[in-house]
């Protein structure tokens, strides 16, 4: 986290340092990725080189009584560093998943839920975000998460059974390992 924190702000003094001052611009976004597949945010073009973004990431899926539910909120900076489509960005956001199933003889439901701050490095392009109107970009990012919280609820299993650890191991280690996220299309329009 600290190598996380000491990039962001390398990073946002030296933009800082040389902004060169365009047209600013306030937009939104949509877009479909993998494994999140809704995306929604806004996005503020501050100059030729420096941008900001929000969003909300959201992957949804219910199959049968199992079900499984991740998002993400997130906020990044965004650098193009030759003025055009291209973009390197950094930020931070927070995953929150839930994971249950329900029995179909006693209708008892487990669920196990895992909520950690996430790093964020991301690239890509934006085609079209330099001026007013329609944008559209591609972009895949790192998505590192730390400091997990796990909360699982299994009633009527043992805590100390081998099931109850062994899911309690899967939350952990998924609040701990990093992955990508590939958005295979983003549209978007800056006012």
Do not use: C
């Amino acid at each position: 986290m600290r190598l996380i924190s000491l990039s962001i702000f390398t990073i946002a003094l030296s933009l800082f340092a040389n902004l060169s001052y365009a047209k600013s611009g306030f937009g939104l976004n949509v877009g479909a990725g993998i494994p999140f597949l809704m995306q929604g945010g806004i996005n503020y073009r501050m100059s030729d080189t420096l941008g900001f973004s929000a969003a909300y990431n959201i992957l949804d899926v219910n199959v049968g009584t199992a079900s499984v539910d991740l998002t993400m909120p997130e906020v990044l900076v965004h650098y193009h560093p030759f003025k055009g489509a291209f973009f390197i960005g950094a930020g931070i956001g927070q995953e929150s998943l839930k994971v249950s199933a329900t029995d179909l003889l006693t209708s008892l439901q487990t669920s196990a839920e895992v909520t950690a701050m996430t790093g964020i490095v991301k690239t890509g392009w934006m085609w079209g975000a330099t001026s007013e109107g329609f944008w559209f970009g591609v972009d895949i990012s790192y998505i590192s998460p730390f400091s997990p919280t796990t909360t699982i609820t299994a009633p009527g299993v043992p805590t100390t059974s081998q099931e109850y650890l062994d899911v309690v191991d899967a939350a952990n280690q998924f609040g701990e390992t990093g992955y990508i996220n590939f958005t295979f299309a983003r549209l978007g329009y800056i006012f």
